[in-house]
């Protein structure tokens, strides 16, 4: 089975500042998608950003990129120049390219500190 | 521009009633999914559809059952309901695969005493 773990239930950063959120995952599979979405206060799930295992290059989307280290099943989420609207819940979930289950982590709650 | 909308927003329960939560999406997607997120937890698949009448079950589905007769509606219905079934419930769609972006509706939160 698939786990998506997130070590950090809280997290704060400075407006401005940047901040990095971690996330680790668990598959036998070689062809997988990683994905981050943001949940704020509002309670609607909103993709931040889509990483496809089988490239290497890490995926960005303008203040928002991941680190992914695929030998350590590592993603992690860097969010630059912090906005108080980054407030959220951020959720690191997982699929496979021949199942078809889709797994979440627990998430980590993020506060921007004006 | 609707993307996908759910009903209700709110909803008690007593103990061994029955309900059925609506999805309905106007993007033309094809999958569709229902989520529950527990207090404190992350969402969890209950149910998906690859397209009209075809579904499949996700990670909790027992207590559950779905329906897929149109592209649009994807309606969850809850028969003999616990309370372990307290839950906020997300429907989302996708255009062709779950490996692709979805698109999340508000939740229905679904309290059941």
């Known amino acids: 089975a698939q786990t998506v773990t997130q070590s950090q239930p809280e997290m704060s950063v400075q407006e401005a500042e940047t901040v990095t959120l971690s996330c680790t995952y668990d598959?036998?599979?070689?062809?997988?998608?990683l994905f981050w979405y943001k949940q704020p206060p509002s309670r609607q799930m909103i993709l931040v950003i889509r990483?496809?295992?089988?490239?290497?290059q890490n995926a960005t989307e303008n203040r928002f990129s991941v680190n992914f280290q695929k030998a350590a099943k590592s993603f992690s989420l860097k969010i630059s120049d912090s906005q108080l609207g980054d407030a959220a819940m951020y959720f690191c979930?997982?699929?496979?390219?021949?199942?078809?289950?889709?797994?979440f982590g627990t998430g980590t709650s993020l506060t921007v500190i004006p | 521009n609707a993307g996908v909308t759910q009903t209700p927003k709110f909803r008690i329960l007593k103990i061994g009633q029955s309900m059925t939560l609506q999805c309905t999406q106007d993007?033309?997607?094809?999958?569709m999914y229902w989520y529950r997120q527990d207090p404190g937890m992350g969402l969890k698949l209950i149910y998906y559809?690859?397209?009209?009448?075809?579904?499949d079950k996700g990670e909790v589905p027992n207590g559950y059952n779905v329906s897929r007769s149109t592209t649009e509606d994807f309606p969850l219905r809850l028969e003999l309901a616990a309370p372990s079934q307290t839950s906020v419930y997300f429907c989302?769609?996708?255009?062709?695969?779950?490996?692709?972006?979805?698109?999340f509706g508000d939740g229905t939160r679904l309290s059941i005493l």
């Open positions: 989302a769609s996708s255009l062709t695969g779950i490996n692709q972006p979805q698109h």
């Open positions: 990483q496809e295992a089988y490239k290497q």
């Open positions: 979930a997982f699929t496979s390219n021949t199942g078809n289950q889709f797994y």
């Open positions: 993007m033309n997607h094809n999958y």
């Open positions: 559809s690859v397209g009209a009448g075809i579904t």
């Open positions: 598959t036998s599979e070689s062809d997988y998608y």
